[in-house]
């Protein structure tokens, strides 16, 4: 069995852009991680007693 022939993809006028802007310009820098800030241990205030020097 031959393997039918693939359509072109369709045309998008924003994918044509992202395209003239990625040979203009380079691509884009990879993505940063950004930490989760929900697993960040809680910080504890210092009491007042403590911060006056008392």
């Not at 998008?12 to 697993?39: M, Y």
Request: aromatic residues 2%; without cysteine; glycine residues 8%.
């Amino acid at each position: 069995m031959s393997r039918s022939k693939s359509r072109p993809k369709k045309f998008t006028a924003g994918g044509e852009a992202r395209r003239r802007a990625r040979e203009l310009a380079g691509s884009p820098p990879a993505a940063r991680v950004i930490p989760d800030k929900r697993l960040k241990p809680l910080k504890h205030k210092k009491k007042l007693l403590e911060e006056s020097g008392q």
